[in-house]
Antibody, heavy 122, light 110 residues
Framework: QVNLQESGPELVKPAETLSLTCSVS????????WSWFRQVPGQGLEWIGY???????NFNPSLKSRLSMSIDTSKNQFSLRLVSVTPADTAVYYC????????????????WGQGRLVTVSS | QSVLTQPPSVSAAPGQRVTMSCSGS????????VSWYQQLPGTAPKLLIF???KRPSRIPDRFFGSKSGTSATLDIAELQTGDEADYFC???????????FGGGTKLTVL
């Protein structure tokens, strides 16, 4: 059973950087794509982006200018950095695994972390 | 405004069958596989259906997915009170170059 666990600050000040890490246990980060999503409580899901175990990334165009991701195969974890945050970035952030993607297009995500509520506020 | 359109809510009695829809376009559902996710209150999404019609091994066959053209459907048979949740459809959109979702359908088991 693959388990994912998000970690990182729960409170970030406006204009600062949101950083989260997803630790993977029960399986390797190779050879999969790993994704981040967010969800404003009571609303729908928003895809943030994903990273392949090689470091190749694919980002949501709406967030691309503020976004970076990294992966550490030795630690079996991957990370998200979102700069210049505003209160609109307040959401529950989820990490998830994409077990199969075709030409960097992933349509299913089978294992999810429990989520991390991040609030952007001064 | 979500790219994929889902009815906000559906309801049915225990033991009955419910159908929920997910409508898109040639740019998304018409070109790529659809997945469905169940999100119980306060929990993470759980994969129910992938590749339009397939179920992960741990998902009972009461859950059935189908697709025709630019619309997908999730059917749940023999409803149980534990099925009360939000259900989301998702796929890739060529125009947006992004994974997209519907706004979700809240299932109430009366």
């Amino acid at each position: 059973q693959v388990n994912l666990q998000e970690s990182g600050p729960e409170l970030v000040k406006p204009a600062e950087t949101l950083s989260l890490t997803c630790s993977v246990s029960g399986g390797s980060v190779m050879p999969y794509y790993w994704s981040w999503f967010r969800q404003v409580p009571g609303q729908g899901l928003e895809w943030i982006g994903y990273i392949f175990h090689t470091g190749t990334t694919n980002f949501n165009p709406s967030l691309k200018s503020r976004l970076s991701m990294s992966i550490d195969t030795s630690k079996n974890q991957f990370s998200l950095r979102l700069v210049s945050v505003t209160p609109a970035d307040t959401a529950v952030y989820y990490c998830a695994r994409a077990p199969f993607c075709s030409q960097a297009v992933c349509t299913r995500f089978d294992y999810w972390g429990q989520g991390r509520l991040v609030t952007v506020s001064s | 405004q979500s790219v994929l359109t889902q009815p906000p809510s559906v309801s049915a009695a225990p033991g009955q069958r419910v159908t929920m829809s997910c409508s898109g376009s040639i740019s998304n559902i018409g070109s790529h596989f659809v997945s469905w996710y169940q999100q119980l209150p306060g929990t993470a999404p759980k994969l129910l259906i992938f590749d339009d019609v397939k179920r992960p091994s741990r998902i009972p066959d009461r859950f059935f997915g189908s697709k025709s053209g630019t619309s997908a459907t999730l059917d749940i048979a023999e409803l149980q009170t534990g099925d009360e949740a939000d259900y989301f459809c998702g796929t890739w959109d060529n125009s947006l170059s992004a994974v997209v979702f519907g706004g979700g359908t809240k299932l109430t088991v009366l």
